[in-house]
């Protein structure tokens, strides 16, 4: 929020207090106090989880917060803070307009936090003691956040040990509440309760709470031609007021028959229903796709990641048409491309379906062997038969991304300096439609991060106007005549 002094004060100071803490790196144990722990090791033994008390005493009370706890790059490799929060941070309900929100700094919680006893006993009762109805494909479901809360894999997570993903569960949760209890106390040690609690709550008005109805006012006025879309990361509020609204008067919206109900991150496909009449008939091939993974590969995709369906247009033509949304390194890009494509070939149903792909592919202008190269991407889906929107050969500078993570966040090492917002955001040539080279020509493409179909180079999102962190990928596709 670059034109707003206040907030850019504040999050200098953030950053400031985090860099460079000196007497501000107290121990832990001063601001998420014994009590609260004891407290806290109550509830979580009272609901069958074991103790952590020892991880605790012997090692978390008396890290200092800034150096050994938030800047702990192993505890971020662990996902003990970050996982609990992707997770609580902000969940969808089905009885309630707005999500309901962790009491924490870093989302759309109102409550007052301008101590951390009043942080605390907020805290303790939305974990353990807020049933919330979640919807699903199976219906209403009541779980307590604490129930929400998914054990942390060694598997897909290499650094955690053996016992701690044992006990990964409790051993989150107490990290969640230390996070949070930090995240309080630096607030209100760089700043006034009275001007960075409304401050906060002007920039979740514009950012967070307008997100769903503004991404819905640019799919229904600016994209109301479109005939295909395909959306990553979508929730399960958002799927049911696309269907229920005009959007959903002119498209089918096609979601997972296994809704991701803990992250609520779900890929979801539109068929405007003028082109695509018995698109509520789609058949969804998801799981023939995850079937086709290569044996004992693990491809680090998670429910909802993936939405494959077969479906028929208005002419008579058949297609594959696929959403997705890639891992943060991309490393599970290829992989599922490669799957997709073994599912089609593998199936005599399918071989003449037409194919269309939509992707945050999670690409990089410049990979590594632990972030998949946008080149190397382009030189493997031609070697599938396959070419883009982009071409056969993306350019490694087309940015459909430019945005760049503050300090208020539970990763601290993907954060960026203010004065580095360029060199170190996330700005990358991520988006993708993929199909069939000998299916289509491309007659133009555009990219778009205002919600007025044009792209503004170098300029961060997302904007108050526009809702996404990644730009709006469009193509027109025209058919080529079979020989």
């Known amino acids: 929020m670059e034109d707003n002094p206040e907030y850019e004060k504040l999050m200098i100071d953030v950053e400031s207090f985090l860099e460079k803490p000196d007497k501000n790196d107290v121990k832990v144990k001063e601001v998420f106090t014994e009590s609260m722990f004891d407290q ?165 008005d514009s950012l967070n709470r307008k997100k769903d109805p503004n991404t819905l006012r640019i799919l229904d006025k600016i994209y109301r031609d479109t005939d295909v879309i395909t959306l990553q990361e979508v929730s399960s509020a958002f799927i049911e007021e696309a269907t229920e609204g005009s959007l959903g008067e002119r498209y089918h919206v096609v979601s997972p028959a296994a809704l991701d109900s803990a992250r609520d991150q779900n890929s979801v496909i539109l068929l405007k229903k003028t082109s695509f009449p018995n698109g509520d008939k789609s058949k969804e091939i998801t799981t023939m796709v995850e079937d086709s993974f290569v044996e004992g590969v693990q491809v680090p995709v998670a429910k909802g990641d993936i939405l494959a369906i077969t479906t028929t247009d208005a002419n008579g033509v058949s297609y594959v048409i696929c959403s997705f949304h890639g891992d943060t390194n991309g490393l599970a890009t290829i992989p599922v491309l490669d799957a997709i494509k073994k599912a089609i070939d593998n199936d005599s149903k399918l071989k003449n379906h037409r194919f269309i792909f939509g992707l945050d592919a999670n690409t990089y202008e410049t990979g590594s062997v632990k972030k998949q190269d946008v080149l190397e991407f382009g030189t493997h889906y031609t070697s599938l038969g396959l070419t883009s929107c982009w071409g056969d050969v993306p350019n490694p500078k087309n940015y459909t991304t430019f945005n760049s993570r503050t300090f208020l966040q539970p990763q601290l090492n993907k954060a960026c300096k203010s004065t580095e917002k360029r060199l170190n955001g996330d700005v990358n040539p991520k988006d993708f439609i993929l199909f069939y080279k000998k299916d289509f020509d491309v007659v133009e493409t555009w990219k778009d991060n205002t919600g007025k179909k044009k792209y503004v180079e170098d300029m961060p999102f997302p904007t108050l106007d526009f809702p996404s962190d990644h730009g709006v990928l469009s193509t027109i596709l025209e058919p080529k005549k079979k020989k």
């Open 40 to 204: 806290l090791d109550k509830r979580m033994t009272n609901v069958g989880w074991e103790s952590v008390r020892s991880y605790w005493e012997k090692d978390f009370r008396d890290r200092n917060i800034v150096s050994e706890f938030m800047k702990d790059p192993v505890l971020g490799s662990k996902r003990l803070a970050s996982m609990p929060d992707r997770i609580t941070n902000t969940i969808h309900v089905s009885d309630q307009k707005y999500p309901v929100c962790r009491p924490t700094v870093i989302n759309m919680y109102d409550g007052d936090l301008a101590t951390t006893s009043k942080w605390w006993k907020a805290w303790e009762g939305f974990m353990f003691d807020t049933p919330l109805k979640i919807k699903t494909k199976d219906g209403i479901q009541s779980s307590t956040p604490y129930e929400m809360l998914q054990p942390i894999k060694k598997s897909k997570y290499p650094d955690i040990t053996e016992e701690e993903e044992r006990v990964s569960l409790p051993l989150q949760t107490m990290c969640s509440a230390i996070f949070d209890a930090i995240l309080v106390h630096m607030m209100n040690t760089v700043s006034s309760p009275t001007v960075w609690q409304p401050l906060k709550r002007q920039m979740v």
